[in-house]
């Protein structure tokens, strides 16, 4: 199965923008990348996702390295409520999209 | 908004009990997760479910386990036989296409003593 490796935790200020790393060596072409959050005591809350092509939604923006061995989460102005662990998953297609987690960043946001 | 909902939010159980799970996923989505969360770790892909049947599984979901979707509402998780080591948390998720987000409900809290 493909992984992912996330740094264990990063801080960020309140209002300042916020960049979650995540490398993902081996994976395939067919493989798309998720983000998923978790708040605590709550369940995963999907984040954004892509393929190729950076992608932005209301929550945040993705950036995808050229060689897709990487990418990075965005969130442009991070408030408190955005404080939870942070999941970079691969979803494989020849396992049926099945996401595949790792440990997550947890991210703590400073006032 | 509609929302993933799960029952109970906490059960406790004797080892060797049969626990079911349930979830109501969102009404017009067509596939179905089960995921768990042991305390302090990440969270593990157990079992898809779409149009009726099991899709995907993982190692975890060994014979204990089993999934049915009864009445077009509902979908459960069947735990035969708990052990401790299935104390977990369980979220049920649903989503309209597989590779789309993926909705997920609060969770069960499972404690097997």
């Known amino acids: 199965d493909a992984k992912t490796t996330q740094p264990n935790s990063m801080e960020s200020n309140e209002e300042e923008p916020v960049h979650l790393p995540c490398n993902h060596s081996t994976i395939s072409g067919t493989d798309y990348i998720h983000w998923y959050r978790q708040l605590p005591s709550q369940g995963p809350e999907y984040v954004i996702h892509g393929l190729t092509s950076n992608v932005n939604n209301r929550m945040a923006s993705l950036a995808i390295a050229e060689d897709r061995k990487s990418s990075t989460l965005i969130l442009h102005r991070a408030t408190l409520r955005d404080a939870a662990v942070y999941y970079c998953?691969?979803?494989?297609?020849?396992?049926?999209?099945?996401?595949?987690w790792g440990a997550g960043t947890k991210l703590i946001i400073k006032p | 908004e509609p929302e993933v909902t799960q029952t109970p939010s906490h059960q406790v159980t004797q080892m060797g009990q049969e626990v079911i799970l349930r979830c109501v996923p969102i009404?017009?989505?067509?596939?179905f997760y089960w995921y768990r969360q042991i305390l302090g770790q990440k969270v593990e892909f157990l079992v898809s479910f779409y149009n009726n049947e099991i899709s995907e599984k993982s190692e975890i979901f060994d014979d204990q386990f089993s999934v049915e979707r009864p009445d077009g509402s509902n979908f459960t998780l069947k735990i035969r036989s708990t052990k401790l080591e299935d104390s977990a948390m369980y979220f049920c998720a649903s989503t309209s296409g597989r590779n789309n987000e993926q909705f997920f409900g609060p969770g069960t809290r499972l404690t097997v003593l």
């Open positions: 998953i691969l979803s494989p297609m020849d396992s049926n999209y099945q996401l595949i």
């Open positions: 009404s017009n989505h067509l596939y």
